[in-house]
């Protein structure tokens, strides 16, 4: 005879007590099913991705908040923007000889005695943002699609017992109902309150203090006007053991909330305060977890993935990567693709070749402090926009380039914006938190720099510092993060595109041409169909491996020293630049290695545009 039927969509707590109470019988001692996850990871991958399921489980910020039931299974694509400490919980307990599991749950109700036998676990906390430049289109391809994904669909998900609270058997309590009882709750706690504890008293109003002046720390402003939250993940079992920081991960989970934890900070076990001593000691580190729930919702991780350009590979519908594509499809591709630059930068070919190279662009090694494989770009000869506005070039260029990659970000760098704020993270020892800046992006995030915008004056501090950052970034692609009493580099990738009226001063680029354009700039206007042929296109291009055989090494190890004969002014970065070049050129045919002709294509881009940089 079978055990117990599982639902794993719609009662997620109860699978797991299922798998649990079946370890336990199994088991001689608790150590015996603290070793593993009684396979519960196994269980739920096998029916989310076995079954193709994953993509219909309801996305925080892809829904309604408040639509999604309390202990629902859901899910939550976003970026590792901070790393909290390892939260101890209790995470078995006995009771009249039967053992309960509170894994997957914030708190539980957990019975005093010397013969509840507790065991403390432990489990990683994050703090994971939206996707900061995450364009419209990747939204769409992730979002939930008909079917169990709906919030209709679960909906009737049935009580769970041991739940701390009893819920109606007709329905999950709604998120919304539940934080309404959060404030009534905090006024009865503080109505039980022995005037003689100052200490708990004292670690409460910290609490509070922090709550209220909480900052949802979202890089680039992600939240919006779309009201997209961030989420507390809380992760078991070592499954963040590969997980850094800025990684974009698609997290699996229950969905709680406990408005007591939420507004205290601690739970309580059958309504009793939590020793003074212990609760005003440790408060100011449990500061950094004291977000309220009603913004920053608590997902208690079952399994996850990241997010890499082989996921969204998979996730796009056109141009099966399954089906090989014929060499002359990509290159009708890759034409079609040039023209819609061409269009965009007011008609100059050579400018969007180098556009497309640089699209393509990407570190792919370090080599002591080099990144290999970047290529940024300087377009000089852009006009300003009027009375303070981007440049139109900016603005063309950037929403072309918002339907082409999955992230980018438009930076306007005038006086203003660099004086105001710093856009390197730091760390803040008092709340023990990260604070983010707007080059705290995920790998392969655009930035287009729009220099047009810089008018005269005076650089403050920060500006200066600002400025410092954006050089850092260009010339190592590492990110200077503040620790106060050092600093830390963090590996980036962030292709950068700068414009400008005339060659930088202030930001150094991997290559600089000189825009002539034959008419004005204008956003593309291609239909959808090819927007999408194109993003596959650039997305599986940068995936691709690329190596250089050693027939044509000769080749280019004989032009590049008949190249400084000719010329003694050219250096290594000139060569580093002709050989990244050449193997962008290669992977934008879609070709592994580096043929003559490539290289010869190369060669004559870079020859074009010296001549305009001479005549300039």
Same mark, same amino acid.
Request: hydrophobic letters at 40%; charged letters at 20%; glycine letters at 6%.
């Given at each position: 005879?079978?055990?117990?039927?599982?639902?794993?969509?719609?009662?997620?707590?109860?699978?797991?007590?299922?798998?649990?109470?079946?370890?336990?019988?199994?088991?001689?001692?608790?150590?015996?099913?603290?070793?593993?996850?009684?396979?519960?990871?196994?269980?739920?991958?096998?029916?989310?991705?076995?079954?193709?399921?994953?993509?219909?489980?309801?996305?925080?910020?892809?829904?309604?908040?408040?639509?999604?039931?309390? @202990?629902?299974?859901?899910?939550?694509?976003?970026?590792?923007?901070?790393?909290?400490?390892? #939260?101890?919980?209790?995470?078995?307990? !006995?009771?009249?000889?039967?053992?309960?599991?509170?894994?997957?749950?914030?708190?539980?109700?957990?019975?005093?005695?010397?013969?509840?036998?507790?065991?403390?676990?432990?489990?990683?906390?994050?703090?994971?943002?939206?996707?900061?430049?995450? @364009?419209?289109?990747?939204?769409?391809?992730?979002?939930?699609?008909?079917?169990?994904?709906?919030?209709?669909?679960?909906?009737?998900?049935?009580?769970?017992?041991?739940?701390?609270?009893?819920?109606?058997? #007709?329905?999950?309590?709604?998120?919304?109902?539940?934080?309404?009882?959060?404030?009534?709750?905090?006024?009865? !706690?503080?109505?039980?309150?022995?005037?003689?504890?100052?200490?708990?008293?004292?670690?409460?109003?910290?609490?509070?203090?922090?709550?209220?002046?909480?900052?949802?720390?979202?890089?680039?402003?992600?939240?919006?006007?779309? !009201?997209?939250?961030?989420?507390?993940? +809380?992760?078991?079992?070592?499954?963040?053991? %590969?997980?850094?920081?800025?990684?974009?991960?698609? =997290?699996?989970?229950?969905?709680?909330?406990?408005?007591?934890?939420?507004?205290?900070?601690?739970?309580? /076990?059958?309504?009793?305060?939590? %020793?003074?001593?212990?609760?005003?000691? =440790?408060?100011?580190?449990?500061?950094?977890?004291?977000?309220?729930?009603?913004?920053?919702?608590?997902?208690?991780?079952?399994?996850?993935? +990241?997010?890499?350009? &082989?996921?969204?590979?998979?996730?796009?519908?056109?141009?099966?990567?399954?089906?090989?594509?014929?060499?002359?499809?990509?290159?009708?591709?890759?034409?079609?693709?040039?023209?819609?630059?061409?269009?965009?930068?007011?008609?100059?070919?050579?400018?969007?070749?180098?556009?497309?190279?640089?699209?393509?662009?990407?570190?792919?090694?370090?080599?002591?402090?080099?990144?290999?494989?970047?290529?940024?770009?300087?377009?000089?000869?852009? @006009?300003?926009?009027?009375?303070?506005?981007?440049?139109?070039?900016?603005?063309?260029?950037?929403?072309?380039?918002? !339907?082409?990659?999955?992230?980018?970000?438009?930076?306007?760098?005038?006086?203003?914006?660099?004086?105001?704020?710093?856009?390197? $993270?730091? +760390?803040?020892?008092?709340?023990?938190?990260?604070?983010?800046?707007?080059?705290?992006?995920?790998?392969?995030?655009?930035?287009?720099?729009?220099?047009?915008?810089?008018?005269?004056?005076?650089?403050?501090?920060?500006?200066?510092? @600002?400025?410092?950052?954006?050089?850092?970034?260009?010339?190592?692609?590492?990110?200077?993060?503040?620790?106060?009493?050092?600093?830390?580099?963090?590996?980036?990738?962030?292709?950068?595109?700068?414009?400008? &009226?005339?060659?930088?001063?202030?930001?150094?680029?991997?290559?600089?041409?000189?825009?002539?354009?034959?008419?004005?700039?204008?956003?593309?206007?291609?239909?959808?169909?090819?927007?999408?042929?194109?993003?596959?296109?650039?997305?599986?291009?940068?995936?691709?491996?690329?190596?250089?055989? $050693?027939?044509?090494?000769?080749?280019?190890?004989?032009?590049?020293?008949?190249?400084?004969?000719?010329?003694?002014?050219?250096?290594?970065?000139?060569?580093?630049?002709?050989?990244?070049?050449?193997?962008?050129?290669?992977?934008?045919?879609?070709?592994?290695?580096?043929?003559?002709?490539?290289?010869?294509?190369?060669?004559?881009?870079?020859?074009?545009? /010296?001549?305009?940089?001479?005549?300039?």
């Amino acid at each position: 005879m079978g055990g117990p039927p599982v639902d794993c969509f719609r009662n997620p707590v109860g699978a797991v007590r299922v798998l649990f109470d079946k370890a336990c019988r199994a088991a001689t001692s608790p150590a015996d099913f603290t070793r593993s996850d009684w396979g519960v990871k196994e269980l739920f991958e096998s029916y989310l991705f076995g079954r193709n399921v994953h993509c219909k489980v309801p996305e925080i910020n892809s829904v309604q908040l408040d639509s999604l039931p309390v @202990n629902s299974l859901v899910r939550f694509r976003g970026m590792v923007q901070d790393m909290f400490d390892v #939260e101890y919980y209790i995470g078995a307990y !006995k009771e009249g000889g039967d053992w309960h599991t509170t894994k997957y749950m914030d708190v539980a109700d957990v019975p005093t005695g010397q013969d509840t036998e507790p065991q403390m676990w432990d489990r990683r906390l994050l703090y994971c943002v939206p996707v900061p430049g995450e @364009n419209e289109w990747v939204k769409e391809a992730f979002s939930p699609t008909d079917g169990l994904g709906a919030t209709a669909a679960i909906r009737p998900l049935v009580a769970v017992q041991g739940e701390k609270r009893p819920r109606d058997a #007709e329905g999950a309590e709604d998120l919304d109902a539940t934080m309404a009882c959060a404030d009534e709750l905090i006024d009865n !706690k503080r109505m039980r309150e022995d005037a003689s504890s100052s200490a708990t008293s004292t670690s409460q109003e910290v609490a509070a203090a922090a709550v209220h002046t909480l900052d949802l720390n979202m890089p680039l402003n992600a939240v919006g006007g779309n !009201k997209m939250v961030p989420c507390l993940v +809380k992760v078991y079992d070592g499954l963040d053991a %590969d997980i850094k920081l800025n990684d974009i991960v698609e =997290f699996f989970g229950v969905l709680t909330f406990d408005p007591e934890l939420s507004a205290v900070g601690f739970p309580q /076990a059958n309504g009793a305060n939590i %020793d003074a001593e212990f609760e005003s000691a =440790f408060i100011e580190d449990h500061v950094s977890v004291l977000l309220p729930a009603s913004k920053v919702p608590r997902l208690q991780c079952i399994t996850l993935r +990241k997010i890499s350009q &082989q996921t969204l590979i998979s996730t796009l519908p056109t141009l099966h990567p399954g089906v090989p594509v014929p060499l002359p499809a990509i290159e009708q591709i890759r034409q079609s693709l040039l023209d819609c630059l061409r269009n965009v930068i007011g008609g100059d070919s050579l400018a969007a070749e180098y556009m497309l190279l640089h699209l393509l662009s990407q570190v792919h090694t370090r080599v002591d402090s080099m990144a290999l494989g970047k290529l940024s770009l300087n377009l000089t000869g852009c @006009n300003p926009g009027v009375q303070g506005a981007p440049s139109p070039l900016a603005v063309s260029a950037s929403n072309t380039i918002a !339907k082409l990659l999955p992230r980018s970000h438009l930076m306007p760098l005038s006086l203003h914006s660099l004086n105001l704020a710093s856009i390197a $993270p730091r +760390k803040d020892y008092a709340a023990n938190r990260l604070m983010t800046g707007m080059l705290q992006l995920a790998e392969g995030t655009h930035l287009t720099l729009d220099e047009t915008a810089l008018e005269a004056g005076t650089l403050n501090a920060t500006g200066i510092q @600002n400025l410092a950052s954006l050089k850092h970034l260009l010339e190592w692609q590492k990110v200077e993060y503040d620790f106060q009493f050092y600093k830390m580099e963090m590996p980036a990738d962030m292709p950068v595109l700068i414009l400008s &009226q005339a060659k930088s001063r202030m930001l150094p680029a991997d290559a600089v041409v000189p825009l002539m354009s034959t008419a004005t700039p204008a956003c593309s206007t291609p239909d959808e169909l090819d927007f999408a042929k194109w993003r596959l296109y650039l997305t599986m291009a940068r995936d691709m491996e690329h190596t250089l055989q $050693p027939s044509i090494l000769k080749t280019v190890e004989d032009d590049l020293v008949a190249a400084r004969q000719e010329d003694r002014t050219l250096g290594p970065e000139t060569f580093h630049r002709w050989l990244t070049m050449a193997r962008l050129m290669a992977v934008s045919y879609m070709e592994p290695t580096l043929l003559p002709e490539r290289w010869r294509m190369v060669r004559d881009l870079e020859f074009r545009c /010296a001549e305009r940089l001479h005549c300039c």
